[in-house]
């Protein structure tokens, strides 16, 4: 995890970019659920809609979490009160308004479809429901415009959960076999010469000692040897 709150984050899965290692570094993930939330939330909807700042602030303690309804906090823990999953959403539905788990899916798929008429008619059905379960009707239609909100940039939690568990298990051999793990990544890359100059650098900010080339000790690959990484 200090690699990720340090942005080394070179040749980690969906965790490369310039952008995201400026947001780890800002973010500070300490869970595993933290980089679920940040692979979901460094899409283009969020990121200017504001919502990874409203993440990062409410998960430094800069903003307090609110919640709408006291309904919505076990559903919403995990991201600091911001909806961040498709997922969410089909429970808050589920919850909130009685929809089943089918009817939840298709509110998710409308939101997707982003058709009017069909989003008109999912917001009379959960403003009923919500309603019908002696939730007030403003609230409940708050709570449907903050699902709205969200069906522009919605993202689900299983397909995040998978690029996340990828980059922790990527994350740990770089954290823990650096050496091993930066002879592997320059292998990879090393016909892109821009990315094996990052590389480089990245070896140098991680303490590993890159090795000359030499005619009697080189391989086609790079190397890990007792003293560095062999070029």
Partial sequence: YQLFVDGQ????????SSGMRQILRQAKPRKFEDLIALNALYRPGPIKGGMIDDFINRKHGRVEVRYELPELEPILADTYGVIAYQEQVM????VLAGFSLGEADLLRKAMGKKN???MQAQRDKFVAGATGRGISEKKSTRVFDLMEQFAGYGF?????TAYALLAYQTAYLKANYPWHFMAALLTIESQNTAKLASYLHECRELRVPILPPDVNSS??????????VRF
């Fill in 9 to 16: 984050t070179y040749g980690i899965f969906q965790f490369e």
């Fill in 91 to 94: 429970r808050i539905s589920n």
């Fill in 116 to 118: 009017p008429a069909l």
């Fill in 156 to 160: 689900n939690k299983s397909h995040s």
């Fill in 219 to 228: 391989e086609l690959a790079f190397t890990v040897r007792p003293d560095g």
